[in-house]
């Protein structure tokens, strides 16, 4: 199975970066993915890594690295938007199917 | 494009009683995920659909139960129901044969169970 570990919350001031991290332990992996979720709100993709390095999609970024089991998601240029929690996610079961393993989630909280 | 949509959006029922819940996912879209929501344990991992077949199961007893259409529309029944089931249950859907690189979720059924 899979696990994920990230902390539960992260505090930050509007226009600074901030970095989330995920650890995780599979019995199989395919890559590591990221969602928002706002409070009442739907979860939404923000970015996929299958291999290691770095993805960039505006003011988010996401790292792997497959050889330390860890990633990152970094937000630049904090807006109180912004203010949601953050999930990383592995397939629940491998390839050749679809399903999630989620993180328990970080709350970011963006301060003014 | 539509989006992901799930009906009824609340729910209120009482313990032993049986719930139907539904998901249309994203028109050509034929996988169909579900998962639970609750405060203390996250989003878990219910089960997965693709062409009316159910591909990956998670860790939930077998009062937790879906199946999927022909149209790729996708239900899941909780059976029995208990206070702990009472959570936010999601869909998502995705595209192509295996894309977790990408889930489409749905806003979501707000179960209370009483």
């Known amino acids: 199975g899979q696990s994920l570990e990230q902390p539960s919350e992260v505090t930050a001031v509007e226009g600074a970066i901030v970095q989330i991290n995920c650890t995780y332990q599979?019995?199989?992996?395919?890559?590591l993915s990221w969602y928002q979720q706002h409070d009442g709100g739907a979860p939404t993709f923000l970015s996929y890594?299958?291999?290691?390095g770095l993805e960039e999609t505006g003011r988010f970024s996401s790292f792997l690295s497959r050889s330390d089991s860890y990633g990152y998601l970094l937000l630049q240029e904090l807006q109180m938007k912004d203010s949601a929690s953050y999930f990383c996610?592995?397939?629940?079961?491998?390839?050749?199917?679809?399903?999630?393993?989620f993180g328990k989630g970080t709350h970011l909280i963006i301060q003014p | 494009k539509a989006g992901v949509t799930q009906t009824p959006r609340y729910l209120i029922k009482t313990r032993g009683q049986q719930v139907t819940l539904s998901c249309s996912p994203i028109s050509g879209h034929r996988s169909v995920s579900w998962y639970q929501q609750t405060p203390g344990q996250g989003l878990q991992f219910l089960f997965e659909?693709?062409?009316?077949?159910?591909?990956n199961k998670g860790n939930f007893p077998g009062r937790f139960s879906g199946r999927q259409f022909s149209n790729s529309r996708s239900e899941m029944n909780v059976s029995t129901l208990e206070l702990g089931d009472s959570a936010l249950y999601l869909c998502?859907?995705?595209?192509?044969?295996?894309?977790?690189?990408?889930?489409?979720f749905g806003p979501g059924t707000r179960l209370t169970v009483l």
């Open positions: 599979t019995s199989g992996f395919y890559g």
């Open positions: 659909y693709f062409s009316e077949t159910q591909r």
């Open positions: 996610a592995a397939p629940y079961s491998g390839g050749g199917a679809d399903g999630l393993t």
């Open positions: 998502a859907s995705t595209g192509g044969a295996s894309s977790y690189n990408e889930q489409f």
């Open positions: 890594n299958a291999l290691d």
